[in-house]
Nanobody, 124 residues
Framework: QVQLVESGGGLVQAGGSLRLSCAAS????????MGWFRQSPGKEREFVAG????????WYVDSVKGRFTISRDNAKNTVYLQMNSLKPEDTAAYYC?????????????????WGQGTQVTVSS
């Protein structure tokens, strides 16, 4: 079992940066694939970025490639999402998720554990 708590959201101007953090509890964190998703009002939750258990592999949705970076610190049971060059269309609630398998998941169905989310608002 993994419990996840996100932090770091807020209001930022277009072109700015934010770093989201996701703190995990549970001794098995380092064996989980981790992901970030986002959801805007009236839209489905969408995949943003994923990272393998070791951090050696990362994958992104095309719309954030080159702007967002996912990373993890297994000693701190924390995964991060560094978001640069933010755009108004990045505005959403951002969710951290954990998958106990080794797959490179892109779907919400690939992840078993979810945080409560943190709001990111980008003003134009």
């Amino acid at each position: 079992q993994v419990q996840l708590v996100e932090s770091g959201g807020g209001l930022v101007q277009a072109g700015g940066s934010l770093r989201l953090s996701c703190a995990a509890s549970g001794r098995s964190f380092s064996s989980h694939t981790m992901g970030w998703f986002r959801q805007s009002p009236g839209k489905e939750r969408e995949f943003v970025a994923g990272i393998s258990w070791s951090g050696a592999s990362t994958w992104y949705v095309d719309s954030v490639k080159g702007r967002f970076t996912i990373s993890r610190d297994n000693a701190k049971n924390t995964v991060y999402l560094q978001m640069n060059s933010l755009k108004p269309e990045d505005t959403a609630a951002y969710y951290c998720a954990a998958d106990r398998t080794l797959r490179a998941g892109y779907s919400i169905r690939d992840y078993q554990y979810w945080g409560q989310g943190t709001q990111v608002t980008v003003s134009s």
